[in-house]
């Protein structure tokens, strides 16, 4: 995985809204496991080098991920998560700010309400949290919410940015 401008930590990163759509799999959804086809169609749906990630919904509209990282939206001042029981990977960053931060509500994220929330980021193990710049032409802009778990991240010995 090529290393990200650092930047891109302080500004966000732009979005892809993928046509490509999650299925259900109640008895896979959660787990990391090898299984990644739909991510990686999903992937090749862009080659804009300014398009950082994509953003995937399942087949009722609901935002679930991007493809390689879970989604955090915040919501009238709400950090919210997408439930993961019918698709998606619970990674393990996701679980550490739930655990962090007991706020955070999990639960369906339908696309409309993802996009208009005030702040989006996403959460790696490997990337870190990553702001939302935009999804198409909807802006966001990094607030505060994304910021604490920012910090939080760094509290735990890991750089914003990647190394």
């Not at 953003?55 to 509209?61: F, S």
């Not at 609901?62 to 619970?90: H, Y």
Request: a negative charge.
């Amino acid at each position: 995985m090529p290393a990200l401008d650092p930047a891109l930590y302080r500004d966000g990163v732009r979005l892809h809204l993928c046509g490509t759509r999650l299925a259900g799999q109640p008895q896979l959804a959660g787990i990391k496991h090898l299984n990644r086809l739909e991510q990686v169609l999903a992937r090749a749906e862009w080659n804009d080098p300014a398009i950082a990630e994509g953003l995937l919904c399942d087949m009722h509209g609901n935002a679930v991920s991007a493809t390689a990282a879970n989604l955090f939206a915040v919501i009238d001042g709400v950090p919210v998560t997408p439930a993961l029981e019918r698709c998606g990977v619970a990674g393990v960053l996701r679980a550490e700010l739930l655990e962090a931060f007991p706020r955070v509500a999990v639960r369906d994220l339908p696309l409309a309400e993802c996009l208009a929330a005030s702040e989006l980021f996403l959460s790696s193990g490997v990337r870190g949290i990553l702001p939302v710049q935009a999804v198409g032409d909807r802006v966001f802009v990094p607030g505060p919410v994304t910021r604490a778990m920012q910090a939080h991240w760094r509290g735990l010995g890991f750089p914003t940015e990647q190394a």
